[in-house]
């Protein structure tokens, strides 16, 4: 049997062999992820017009929601006509330029591709795009005229005239009108988009079509449920000579359902753009006593991949209500006057590295 001295002494030296050590200090961190849509909205949408050049009095209706509502609308652009006809460029610039509209190519003339021989369709997608860029524009985003576009010949001449995304007329029902939903990064085909047709049953009683607002909400609620990305292809809207005529009433009643829901309403050439870089892109962070700095890769072209991605910056604990200043090379980009949690920093992917710093 141990003596009682004995046993004090070992009970002694546990004692001090679980005494606590003294806490670690741990460095404040970071993290980064780039947000699917736009600003973190939920879902995204694009608004189309084809065939709006047909009523300016419809047009100018449409034009003041549009403005109202601050959503964006794109509107169809069959080159041969801006060379024709002058005034409508004219008209474009005088009453729709700004961040409400936008013009998509749509043909050089309006013709179904898809009848056309690779190098015809070629020519023909490359006078458009050309035109485009002699009035300022750059030919991102097309939309295949008379519901052609199903060939792969067509979508590759369309593609090797400098098109980076390609929409289709056609009718998109159930899920394959959402593209990109949930985690994907990628539509299925770049130059085949699905969209929703926007048309009033009684001008050709197509059961397929979006007839009213009320068939489009359960598309908008699948699209903001599942993060993906809509587009609406309307024609004559609020114009009943017009083809394809859809109720002024019910795009009144799109555009308030849109706004009540989380959509980013850009154009087909900002989503296009944003999507690809995205798919490409990955963020470095670089922690520093006082400074994150944040650095946007795509390995993309820099002059066309040019529309800045949504950064979603966890900040660390110690920064918050705090004032911070973002820079981008030294030059002043944004101030921050009281941190929170995280932050959105809207940041171009061009390889060059942005710094938040505590002020």
Not at 55 to 82: D, I, P, Q
Not at 208 to 232: G, K, M
Not at 271 to 283: C, F, S, V
Not at 315 to 334: C, D, F, H, V
């Amino acid at each position: 049997m141990q003596s009682p001295s004995l046993l004090i002494v070992l009970l002694c030296c546990l004692c001090v062999s679980c005494k606590p050590s003294a806490p670690t200090t741990v460095a404040p961190i970071a993290s980064a992820t780039i947000a699917k849509w736009h600003d973190n909205h939920r879902a995204a949408i694009s608004l189309t017009h084809d065939a709006g050049w047909l009523s300016e009095e419809a047009v100018g209706k449409v034009n003041a929601l549009v403005l109202e509502s601050r959503l964006h609308l794109g509107y169809e652009m069959v080159t041969a006509n801006f060379r024709q006809y002058p005034e409508l460029m004219e008209y474009y610039r005088r009453s729709m330029s700004g961040e409400s509209f936008s013009l998509f190519g749509h043909g050089d003339t309006h013709i179904d591709h898809d009848k056309l021989e690779y190098d015809s369709a070629f020519a023909s997608f490359s006078r458009c795009a050309a035109t485009m860029q002699s009035f300022g524009l750059r030919p991102i985003a097309y939309a295949y005229p008379n519901g052609g576009g199903f060939l792969s010949s067509t979508q590759r001449a369309v593609a090797n005239a400098g098109f980076l995304s390609a929409r289709a007329f056609s009718f998109g029902v159930g899920e394959k009108s959402l593209i990109m939903p949930d985690s994907i990064t990628t539509p299925e085909n770049w130059y085949l988009l699905p969209s929703l047709v926007m048309q009033d049953f009684a001008f050709e009683h197509c059961d397929t079509c979006i007839n009213s607002n009320q068939e489009l909400v359960p598309y908008l609620d699948a699209a903001v449920r599942r993060s993906a990305w809509l587009t609406l292809t309307y024609h004559a809207i609020g114009d009943e000579q017009g083809w394809g005529y859809y109720k002024l009433s019910e795009f009144r009643a799109d555009i308030a359902a849109v706004l009540a829901r989380d959509f980013w309403s850009a154009s087909l050439q900002d989503i296009t753009l944003y999507a690809r870089e995205r798919a490409k892109a990955h963020i470095e962070l670089n922690m520093l006593d006082d400074t994150i700095e944040i650095k946007v890769t795509d390995n993309l072209d820099n002059i066309l991949y040019n529309y800045p991605l949504t950064v979603v910056l966890r900040l660390p604990s110690t920064w918050k209500g705090k004032a911070a200043t973002l820079t981008l090379e030294g030059r002043r980009e944004q101030v921050y006057s009281r941190l929170t949690d995280s932050l959105l920093l809207h940041l171009l992917p061009n390889e060059r590295t942005y710094k938040l710093s505590l002020q």
